[in-house]
């Protein structure tokens, strides 16, 4: 289960009222640490500024559901929490891993109870609500739709592909992303200065450490915290007393960069490598080639983008781009990782600054579509199989010209009506294929006009 921003609840659901206690010095610095208030809490400027819909929404105190989706460490559950607190509400917290529907029933039946009693709001908070089934975010609807429960789902999946449309519908969809270097920078700051955190010990954080801690941390505000505790707790003191937590010791508690890529990283991802190459921009593709690598993506199923790519956005303007990806395909697959992403970025590279054609595949499309659409077209009779006894006498094969027996082109009709699904550009290659076709064509267009003029 995902650990958010500033959580202190550990193990079994929970319910709190506003305004409890807060943690005590036990806890990790990131618990400790989490806002009390919005003025507080770093980050989401686009959501919390003045005048911004979520922040009009918590202060009106006005929305029956809302669901909050953004990476790991960005203030979901905080935010909930702050929420509740300004409205007065009670704070039930649900997981999407290990509640069931006879937990929800069970929450919803005492919410009703205390509303009816003291007419005391109850704000359900459901992390990671996408592991709800569907039949889990239905059984929320009623209560939800008549006001027993203020919903706030948290979820670092997109909500459009996780969460059911009729709970979509009836809420207010917010996405929180990971915190600027500032921000973090602030959140650092804060922590040595807070009284919660470090405050009253002589810490001293080097430059570098803390430009380090705000740029490998991706914006994930626990991960910076968890890191930053760890290298302050473990960095003696020196003579004067002072813990001076340098880069090194950042570095060890950071330990390996992981890169947070769930099926939306994958998708957004891959897309954007695939756009890159298609805008002739190597440098950014060779990113996302690095992103994906490093966020352990099947270097197959790279090398298979490739592939369609080289055929469909760069096509016959440089026919030789096939080749390429297809021989990488064969390599990543007798090489594997690390030396693979050699292969890969050659392939890339060359794709990307390749000259970009999708005729072929325009083409193909516009082919496909008659087929599937319109009315199937008769092979004309000379060139039906000619090879059988009795095709002869019904007229197959005849009238047909072989064009290797007129220097390589013969006037014929292919299709039994007129169609043009193939243009190439004056790009590359194609360009010299644009010179034959056109070419043929003009050699067709005569042979009409002659064949029609007797």
């Not at 929970?14 to 980050?43: C, N, Q, V």
């Not at 929490?81 to 937990?103: C, K, P, W, Y």
């Not at 001293?204 to 707790?233: K, M, P, Q, W, Y």
Request: net charge negative; aromatic share 8%; glycine share 8%.
């Amino acid at each position: 289960m995902e650990e958010s921003l500033f959580e202190w609840s550990e193990g079994a659901d929970t319910a709190t009222s506003a305004g409890e206690d807060l943690p005590g010095a036990d806890m990790p610095l990131a618990a400790r640490l989490r806002p009390r208030s919005l003025s507080e809490y770093i980050g989401q400027e686009h959501l919390l500024g003045a005048g911004c819909l979520l922040r009009r929404a918590i202060e009106s105190d006005r929305f029956s559901s809302i669901i909050l989706y953004g990476p790991p460490g960005t203030g979901k559950t905080s935010l909930s929490e702050i929420i509740a607190n300004l409205s007065g509400s009670v704070f039930v917290r649900l997981s999407g891993v290990t509640s069931s529907v006879a937990d929800i029933r069970r929450e919803i039946a005492a919410a009703v109870a205390r509303r009816r009693a003291g007419g005391r709001k109850t704000i359900l908070f459901v992390d990671e609500i996408h592991r709800f089934s569907r039949s889990q975010q239905d059984s929320l609807l009623p209560d939800v739709e008549n006001g027993n429960v203020r919903l706030v789902g948290a979820t670092t999946f997109n909500p459009q592909f996780h969460v059911v449309s009729a709970l979509l519908s009836r809420s207010l969809v917010f996405e929180l992303r990971p915190l600027a270097e500032s921000e973090v920078r602030r959140l650092i700051a804060n922590a040595l200065a807070d009284e919660r955190g470090f405050a009253g010990r002589k810490i001293e954080l080097a430059e570098d450490a803390a430009s380090f801690l705000a740029s490998v941390c991706e914006g994930d505000a626990r991960r910076t915290l968890n890191a930053l505790e760890i290298a302050v707790l473990t960095t003696p003191a020196d003579p004067d007393g002072v813990v001076r937590v340098g880069l090194p010791a950042v570095e060890a508690s950071v330990q390996r960069k992981m890169v947070s890529y769930g099926d939306d990283g994958h998708y957004d991802t891959a897309s954007a490598f695939i756009k890159s190459m298609r805008g002739s921009d190597p440098d950014a593709a060779l990113y996302y080639l690095a992103l994906m690598l490093q966020a352990g993506e099947d270097i197959r199923f790279i090398a298979r983008r490739i592939v369609i790519f080289a055929s469909e956005d760069v096509g016959n303007a440089d026919p030789r781009a096939l080749s390429v990806a297809v021989d990488a395909m064969r390599a990543v697959e007798m090489i594997g990782l690390p030396e693979a992403r050699i292969i890969l970025g050659q392939a890339v590279t060359y794709c990307a600054t390749a000259p970009k054609s999708n005729a072929s595949f325009r083409a193909m499309e516009l082919a496909a579509e008659d087929v599937a659409k319109k009315r199937v077209l008769p092979v004309p009779f000379a060139l039906r199989d000619a090879h059988y006894k009795g095709a002869a006498a019904l007229g197959h094969g005849a009238g047909y010209v072989n064009p290797h027996s007129t220097g390589g082109f013969a006037v014929q009709e292919y299709l039994s009506v007129e169609k043009r699904y193939y243009e190439p550009l004056e790009i590359g290659y194609e360009s010299k294929i644009k010179e034959r076709i056109d070419y043929w064509r003009s050699l067709r267009q005569y042979g009409k006009e002659a064949a029609a003029n007797g």
